[in-house]
């Protein structure tokens, strides 16, 4: 009767070794080609849990969530400050796929920043900007700029409440002009106003006398502006 050798079970070296490098579950830092440095969780051999990403080349740093592969999830994202080498955080938020998506702060600079709702890297939803000149606007957004209804409240004290396109005023809107103590209500295109009233709420009015003006149908002479200046 002819004796059959046991296969072979123990596994090879080249079957070891990878194993040893296949990343999964919590490893130690993990040191890129170029340089930049990741320790975290990893899930088949991409970072996935919670993990630090270190870019060499700029000195930037995310320090949050992964998933397989990307940022996903809560994390904030910080870059090195080259004259100080100390770290200042750009964006504490929300992350999908990669990219700014859900609630998070974006700090521009000390100046400004803006708190409010993200959509793959762009300002979207509903948000408040202060920015540098000291204007603030809240309300809302698409795609990085003020898109709908929103307030803004300038520097120097005046305010627009009323809609907004690709960043403009645009459509109804009111504007209060502080220096003059004078109220604007009515149609905005293209950051113009177009068709409207203007009262007196105030201020100097011996600076800025408003004629006075009678319409006979005020309602339809805004409907006809809206009619040919809207689309």
């Given at each position: 009767?002819?004796?059959?050798?046991?296969?072979?079970?123990?596994?090879?070296?080249?079957?070891?070794?990878?194993?040893?490098?296949?990343?999964?579950?919590?490893?130690?830092?993990?040191?890129?080609?170029?340089?930049?440095?990741?320790?975290?969780?990893?899930?088949?051999?991409?970072?996935?849990?919670?993990?630090?990403?270190?870019?060499?080349?700029?000195?930037?740093?995310?320090?949050?969530?992964?998933?397989?592969?990307?940022?996903?999830?809560?994390?904030?994202?910080?870059?090195?400050l080259p004259n100080t080498k100390t770290y200042a955080k750009k964006y504490?938020?929300?992350?999908?796929?990669?990219?700014?998506?859900?609630?998070?702060?974006?700090?521009?600079?000390?100046?400004?920043?803006?708190?409010?709702?993200?959509?793959?890297?762009?300002?979207?939803?509903?948000?408040?900007?202060?920015?540098?000149?000291?204007?603030?606007?809240?309300?809302?957004?698409?795609?990085?700029?003020?898109?709908?209804?929103?307030?803004?409240?300038?520097?120097?004290?005046?305010?627009?409440?009323?809609?907004?396109?690709?960043?403009?005023?645009?459509?109804?809107?009111?504007?209060?002009?502080?220096?003059?103590?004078?109220?604007?209500?009515?149609?905005?295109?293209?950051?113009?106003?177009?068709?409207?009233?203007?009262?007196?709420?105030?201020?100097?009015?011996?600076?800025?006398?408003?004629?006075?003006?009678?319409?006979?149908?005020?309602?339809?002479?805004?409907?006809?502006?809206?009619?040919?200046?809207?689309?």
């Amino acid at each position: 009767m002819p004796f059959l050798k046991a296969a072979r079970r123990t596994p090879t070296r080249s079957a070891v070794l990878e194993n040893k490098s296949n990343k999964c579950g919590k490893h130690a830092s993990v040191f890129s080609a170029n340089g930049d440095e990741y320790t975290g969780e990893w899930l088949n051999n991409n970072k996935h849990g919670r993990g630090i990403q270190v870019w060499k080349k700029s000195g930037a740093i995310y320090n949050g969530e992964w998933k397989m592969g990307k940022r996903d999830g809560y994390g904030t994202y910080s870059v090195l400050l080259p004259n100080t080498k100390t770290y200042a955080k750009k964006y504490c938020g929300e992350w999908k796929n990669g990219k700014k998506h859900g609630h998070g702060i974006y700090f521009y600079n000390s100046c400004s920043a803006y708190e409010g709702q993200w959509s793959e890297d762009q300002r979207s939803g509903f948000g408040r900007m202060l920015f540098e000149n000291a204007d603030v606007y809240e309300g809302e957004w698409m795609k990085d700029n003020e898109h709908g209804l929103g307030l803004r409240r300038y520097a120097n004290g005046n305010w627009y409440e009323g809609s907004w396109r690709d960043g403009k005023k645009w459509g109804n809107g009111n504007f209060y002009y502080r220096d003059k103590g004078q109220l604007y209500e009515g149609l905005w295109v293209r950051g113009e106003p177009k068709c409207g009233t203007l009262e007196d709420c105030g201020g100097d009015r011996e600076r800025c006398p408003i004629p006075l003006v009678m319409l006979v149908d005020v309602q339809m002479v805004l409907q006809e502006a809206q009619l040919v200046h809207l689309d």
